[in-house]
């Protein structure tokens, strides 16, 4: 059973950055494709990255491509989004979530595990 532990989250000014991790236990990380996602109050989730095994594909919504970063290290068991320019927008629980499979998704339903979620707040 794989367990996801997200931290970084907070509140930041628009403009401002965050890096949110994800550590993974409990698997076999390295062969695990990964994904972040978001809810705002109100709104379905949606998957702003996702990144293979490997780290050598990445997948990113349009709606923070040129902004967040996905990226990974197989060695720390950690996947990370770099988040820049954030804006007002971009408040949301974000959610780590992993699957089984080594390429890279981003459909929801594709992803077995799931963490708890983290707030991160950019003031309008």
């Known amino acids: 059973q794989v367990q996801l532990v997200e931290s970084g989250g907070g509140s930041v000014q628009a403009g401002g950055s965050l890096r949110l991790s994800c550590v993974a236990s409990g698997g076999t990380f390295s062969t695990n494709a990964m994904g972040w996602f978001r809810q705002a109050i109100g709104k379905e989730r949606e998957c702003v990255g996702a990144?293979?095994?490997?780290?050598?594909?990445?997948l990113q919504a349009d709606s923070v491509k040129g902004r967040f970063i996905i990226s990974r290290d197989n060695a720390k068991n950690t996947v990370y989004l770099r988040m820049n320019s954030l804006k007002p927008e971009d408040t949301a629980v974000y959610f780590c979530a992993a699957r089984r499979f080594t390429t890279a998704t981003m459909k929801a339903e594709a992803y077995e595990y799931w963490g708890q979620g983290i707030q991160v707040t950019v003031p309008s």
């Open positions: 990144i293979n095994w490997s780290g050598s594909i990445t």
